[in-house]
């Protein structure tokens, strides 16, 4: 909890955007999830769907939850039980139910659309505001070979001078993205998946734009990280992320460009 208050993008919770709303739903969603306590999973996966676009990839990580029974025991992570995998093989009724539950994002983010035909006649008008952002799809190859020539030509100093915000959340995104590995491994696949469904499609997409923000809201890497940071480093990482918070937040007030 600390971590994630003290993230250097944590300031975005208490600022007009979805994050503080779409944590507390993906948090939601997953706890009963894995309680099989799936009406409530089910209502807070549709707020979920109805609170932004992407909230329809909350499907697929709980939709391996579901499955998880069928998968290999490494797929599982840290939390697999062999005698409760075993009982949940028992019925597929089950399994319809929980995916049933699993599909309520993409229910919440189908309801939205519907909402903006309603409004506009093109169910699909939200992703015009996708654009206007300057969002388009280039790919992560393009996205990795623009940031390694920055560095190549101008060098590390001139790169977090001139664009520090794209710095900052090219930061956010090496986080999260170090962290899906050990999280399948300790957590499960599916934390994994949420992880990853959730940074790399918006950097295919935006570059780096509002990658930090995104990445704020993915609890798992904090689960694990808080869970490797030894005791006597803990004050040390705290105090350093709270610091870059100050910073981001200075530059977004200010208003510079780390969306």
């Known amino acids: 909890m600390w971590l994630l208050a003290a993230y250097p993008f944590a300031w975005f919770y208490s600022?007009?955007?979805?994050?503080?709303?779409f944590l507390l739903g993906v948090t939601g969603a997953f706890y009963h999830f894995r309680r099989r306590?799936?009406?409530?999973a089910g209502i807070w996966g549709l707020m979920?769907?109805?609170t932004r676009p992407n909230g329809c990839f909350l499907s697929i990580p709980l939709a391996v939850i579901a499955v998880s029974p069928w998968l290999p025991g490494w797929m599982v992570g840290g939390h697999s039980n062999a005698p409760e995998r075993d009982q949940a093989r028992r019925s597929f009724g089950v399994l319809a139910g929980e995916l049933c539950s699993a599909a309520m994002p993409g229910i919440g983010v189908l309801l939205y659309s519907a909402f903006i035909w309603n409004l506009t006649g093109d169910p699909l008008r939200w992703?015009?505001?996708?654009?206007?952002?300057g969002r388009e799809y280039r790919?992560?190859?393009?996205?990795?070979?623009?940031r390694y020539a920055w560095l190549a030509n101008e060098g590390l100093y001139a790169y977090s001078?001139?664009?520090?915000?794209?710095?900052?959340?090219?930061?956010?995104?090496?986080?999260?993205?170090?962290a899906a590995w050990p999280v399948a491994r300790r957590l499960g696949l599916a934390y994994a998946v949420f992880i990853l469904i959730n940074v790399l499609p918006p950097m295919a997409a935006g570059?780096?734009?509002s990658v930090g923000r995104f990445s704020s809201v993915l609890f798992p890497a904090f689960i694990w990280f808080a869970t490797v940071v030894p005791v006597r480093h803990r004050s040390g990482w705290l105090t350093s992320f709270m610091a870059l918070q100050a910073f981001g937040a200075s530059l977004f007030y200010t208003w510079r460009e780390l969306y």
Do not use: K
């Open 15 to 21: 600022a007009i955007y979805t994050e503080s709303l």
């Open 37 to 40: 306590e799936l009406v409530r």
């Open 48 to 50: 979920i769907g109805l």
């Open 127 to 133: 992703a015009e505001g996708h654009a206007a952002w």
């Open 139 to 146: 790919g992560l190859s393009v996205l990795v070979s623009d």
């Open 161 to 178: 001078s001139q664009v520090p915000g794209d710095l900052m959340n090219a930061l956010g995104a090496v986080f999260v993205l170090a």
């Open 207 to 209: 570059g780096m734009l």
